[in-house]
């Protein structure tokens, strides 16, 4: 059985570090972020690490990892999901993401899901939607 829920997250911290550049081509870069999820999620400190890759016509590519510890709709436990997100022009980034298998623990161990959030320029904060089955 599969069970919705919602919630909001924002960025308590973004540091991120240019990697190298092609001569007037795609710029690598990588970023650690702090997110504090709300809602059906409640994590209020996260751990995420982005590969980014910004093309000149200022769109973009990213993946990453992000440990999150604290509750699923009630239930204690930590997990790793993996993003894969892409923006055009007017800059929002649109992500999906899937829990990754076998990293839920406590009562989350066994989880599965996926889910999906849309970061638009301004947003601070940030309305995700996640299906998941325990």
């Given at each position: ?5 919602t ?49 000149s ?40 993401f ?17 889910g ?19």
């Amino acid at each position: 059985m599969t069970t919705h829920t919602t919630g909001h997250f924002t960025y308590a911290d973004w540091q991120e570090t240019a990697l190298d550049e092609a001569e007037g081509g795609a710029k690598l870069a990588r970023a650690v972020v702090t997110n504090a999820f709300s809602g059906g999620i409640e994590a209020p400190r996260t751990s995420c690490q982005y590969a980014i890759t910004y093309r000149s016509d200022k769109t973009g590519v990213c993946c990453g990892y992000e440990l999150l510890t604290g509750t699923l709709d009630g239930r204690a436990g930590s997990f790793v999901v993996v993003q894969h997100g892409s923006w055009g022009e007017d800059a929002a980034v649109h992500c999906t993401f899937e829990v990754v298998p076998g990293s839920g623990t406590g009562e989350l161990t066994g989880l599965t899901g996926s889910g999906t959030f849309t970061a638009g320029q301004g947003i601070t904060e940030i309305p995700y939607s996640f299906d998941y089955a325990l």
